[in-house]
């Protein structure tokens, strides 16, 4: 995966959540994705809120960007856990495919009773907001969340 640079912006869709940092934000998410660990939701509690909007706003997109942030992270679950982070294995970015709606999605929008995706929403979406989709999309998220989503990105999310 080759992450692109993305503005590390919180979607209105988590703002139940981003105040306090209670759970992790998408775009930690990503960049958790890029540096490959996967971060475990009682080590996110145990960082320190300055520390959390840290890997909100460190950039996380050239090789040693990447490295830096893995260190940082790494560093700061040991002092905070005292454990070493888990690696995540390499992600498949189905985000950055843009021939097709991942069927992921496809399928979310039909179990939410919305319109599928045309291939025009789906391009028309930035990078985060299609990893933020996909993410949405599967077991341990907020499912609930998948409508609100699209409702935010402007995608018309009708019912069928």
């Known amino acids: 995966m080759k992450p692109q640079a993305v503005n590390p912006v ?4 988590e703002n139940d959540f981003v105040d306090t940092f209670r759970c992790i ?3 930690v998410r990503y960049k958790l994705d890029a540096c490959g660990i996967k971060l475990k939701l009682p080590e996110w509690v145990k960082l320190q809120v300055d520390e959390k909007r840290e ?8 090789a040693p960007e990447i490295e830096q942030y893995r260190q940082y992270l790494i560093h700061r679950v040991a002092e905070r856990c005292q454990k070493t982070v888990t690696d995540l ?3 498949e970015a189905t985000w950055d495919l843009l021939g097709e709606v ?3 999605v496809q399928e979310k929008a039909l179990e939410f009773s919305c319109a ?23 077991s341990g998220h907020e499912g609930k969340n ?3 989503a699209l409702n935010e990105f402007g995608i ?3 019912s069928l």
């Open 102 to 104: 991942p069927g992921e």
């Open 55 to 62: 890997l909100a706003n460190r950039p996380c997109y050239t």
């Open 116 to 138: 599928p995706l045309t291939l025009r929403q789906w391009i028309g979406l930035d990078v985060l907001q299609r990893f933020a989709l996909i993410k949405l999309c599967r």
């Open 25 to 27: 934000p998408m775009i």
């Open 146 to 148: 998948f409508p609100r």
């Open 10 to 13: 919180y979607f209105a869709f």
């Open 156 to 158: 018309e999310n009708r």
């Open 89 to 91: 294995p390499p992600v």
